[in-house]
């Protein structure tokens, strides 16, 4: 159990895809007053708290990426297979948490492209973990169970594992008896075109 101390939490924000369906780096897009969808989704998570380290994916596009959030304080990571798929992408983040000599109670995913999923939410998850060292905790999105989702050591080398396109879903549907989730049937919205993200934006930072 967790309850009587602050649990170690590595923060991986998954970064490392093409935005194919996009035409334009999603990590790139405008959110909000002066800042990106990637800073928007780094400064959530440096809001959350307690002992969180945070570590961000690139991939695809990784020059001007990472010049969006050098400057940050975040742990950059390179993933040079990240075409082979998100799965790939979380296999590598988590074996590169991994080798650093630090041991994390849970490792929080997230993705950059659920701008409404915040530091409240995330938060949420944490208060959750708290309670148990041996839960998944994860997002009940509005048609399925999904990330952000907090992952305890019991799974970290299912993890690791992870090949091409098989996401941190795989690995929900496969401990579904250890999954306990919180709700975010409003603002687990995902942007994948951009249509979905001229809706967004309009919605959220209405002219």
Do not use: C
Request: proline share 4%; net charge neutral; hydrophobic share 40%.
């Amino acid at each position: 159990m967790l309850s009587q101390v602050k649990p170690k939490i590595a923060h991986l924000i998954l970064a490392a895809g093409s935005s194919s369906r996009m035409g334009h780096p999603k990590q790139l897009l405008p959110w909000g007053n002066n800042t990106t969808l990637i800073r928007h989704a780094i400064q959530q998570a440096l809001s959350v708290k307690g002992e969180v380290r945070i570590y961000v994916v690139l991939g695809a596009y990784y020059d001007i990426i990472y010049e969006e959030i050098n400057m940050l304080p975040v742990t950059v990571l390179k993933h040079l297979d990240w075409e082979k798929g998100m799965g790939s992408s979380i296999s590598y983040g988590i074996t590169a948490i991994q080798k650093e000599n630090v041991s994390f109670d849970g490792i929080l995913i997230s993705l950059i492209d659920q701008p409404l999923l915040d530091v409240t939410h995330f938060n949420t998850l944490i208060t959750e973990f708290v309670k148990t060292s041996k839960h998944i905790i994860a997002t009940q999105l509005e048609s399925r169970i999904g990330v952000p989702a907090i992952f305890p050591t019991s799974v970290f080398s299912a993890l690791m594992q992870l090949e091409e396109d098989f996401g941190a879903r795989y690995i929900i549907k496969n401990y579904s008896d250890d999954v306990k989730t919180i709700s975010a049937s409003n603002t687990g919205i995902d942007i994948d075109t951009m249509k979905q993200y001229a809706k967004l934006l309009k919605r959220n930072f209405p002219t």
